[in-house]
């Protein structure tokens, strides 16, 4: 059986942080809260979250017209893939010669596609519909549009596992380099689903916090005692992967290496999570059994902790069981909680955080949680230190698990 790691040469990021991969590592490594009031949900129950700065322009970033033609998300994953591209400089012309394939997660795909085609339908009827509802708003749009775009003839999905769609994707992709399907994977998450028929779902579940006790920019709040709910987030993240033989006679270095990947379903609920985090447990020891590590040697864990009090606790008792010596985050306490673009997002800044031996501090942890009192946690200021494996933990609706194994 193959486990050979795989290189990660190139990393495009789209998220509340900031526009490119330089601008998020800056921002998340300052602890800096993105989480603003917004007009267009005055009339949500939740009237605020985390965007993408309102300086991203599609059409400019992607160099040519693509705005009317692809709905929001895809746009997202389309700049972020072309920036991850040039980051690996990995050319149109070396990609003509390269079976590359796509896979990429999203938990509702063209969101605003089908939110603005249902209000057009109410408002005037079955003519006023787009004739491009269906082509911007399928949920394999999104992979489908970055094989056009990208010339990419390899295997092309999308994988939907809720809130673990970004990770589930990069996992697939590294399952497609070690079998020999491909030379090159693109892969990650994106979504765009703020929008006030989104934030109400959420808020019935009672998901999301209702800033209660700070304001919205300190409300994402993971491990912190204050925790109610996360901010909703929208974004992508994508990377380039490569069989590490090919960066190599290509001169590239990578940001790291994706060494292993585990997958499990709790089998317990469609929302809440395994109270004893047996699902979460076992995909840990899965990622770093692939990896060939034990759980001992991870060093740091960007944590799924999204500033539930359920999710936080649990997922915290499962940390301080199975990776008691790793230093933990979590960047949604930045970004918030960007759905199926999450694990996709945080695997990139787990990335950069082996490269640069750096991670990144939780933004707006105060007070640990009862539980979190055992974790390792990274306060307010980033930590230099040394470690050579790192692990990404993304969890879904529906019992899904997957988590991430890099080394350097």
């Known amino acids: 059986m193959n486990n050979a790691p795989a290189a990660i040469t190139g990393i495009g990021l789209i998220t509340p942080a900031g526009l490119g991969r330089t601008v998020n590592w800056t921002a998340v490594c300052a602890g800096r809260p993105t989480a603003r009031p917004m007009e267009e949900l005055k009339d949500a129950p939740v009237d605020f979250a985390s965007m993408v700065p309102a300086t991203f322009d599609a059409n400019r970033l992607a160099g040519h017209r693509i705005s009317r033609s692809y709905d929001r998300s895809t746009q997202f994953a389309l700049v972020a893939a072309h920036a991850a591209l040039n980051d690996a400089q990995l050319t149109a012309n070396a990609r003509a010669n390269a079976r590359v394939g796509v ?19 109410l408002a005037g009827g079955p003519p006023a519909v787009t004739a491009r509802f269906l082509p911007k708003g399928l949920v394999n749009m999104v992979s489908g549009v970055l094989s056009i775009e990208l010339g990419a003839t390899g295997p092309n999905m999308v994988v939907s596992t809720a809130c673990a769609s970004g990770a589930t994707a990069i996992g697939l992709g590294l399952g497609l380099l070690r079998s020999d399907a491909c030379d090159v994977v693109v892969c990650g998450g994106t979504d765009a689903a703020v929008t006030p028929l ?8 009672r998901a999301l916090s209702r800033a209660r006790k700070h304001p919205p920019e300190h409300a994402s709040r993971p491990f912190d005692v204050d925790h109610d709910g996360f901010v909703i987030a929208e974004g992508a993240a994508i990377i380039v992967l490569e069989k590490e033989k090919d960066a190599a006679t290509r001169g590239v270095r990578p940001h790291a290496h994706l060494a292993g990947y585990g997958a499990t379903a709790d089998a317990h609920h469609v929302t809440a999570p395994h109270p004893q985090g047996v699902g979460a447990k076992a995909a840990i020891r899965l990622a770093c059994q692939d990896a060939g590590i034990i759980a001992d040697d991870v060093g740091h864990v960007n944590a799924h902790a999204t500033s539930t009090p359920t999710g936080d606790a649990v997922e915290a008792d499962v940390l301080a069981d199975v990776t008691p010596n790793a230093a933990v985050t979590s960047t949604k306490g930045v970004t918030g909680h960007a759905l199926g673009a999450a694990g996709a997002i945080e695997a990139a800044y787990t990335a950069l955080a082996l490269r640069s031996q750096t991670v990144p501090p939780v933004a707006n942890l105060d007070q640990p949680c009862t539980n979190a009192h055992a974790l390792d946690l990274v306060t307010h200021h980033a930590r230099r230190m040394r470690f050579d494996v790192a692990l990404s933990n993304s969890f879904g609706f529906g019992g899904h698990n997957a988590v991430l194994a890099l080394t350097k």
């Open 198 to 205: 989104h934030v109400a779902g959420f808020h019935k579940l």
């Open 103 to 121: 896979v990429i997660g999203t938990a509702f795909g063209g969101a605003q596609t089908y939110d603005d085609n249902h209000a057009r339908l």
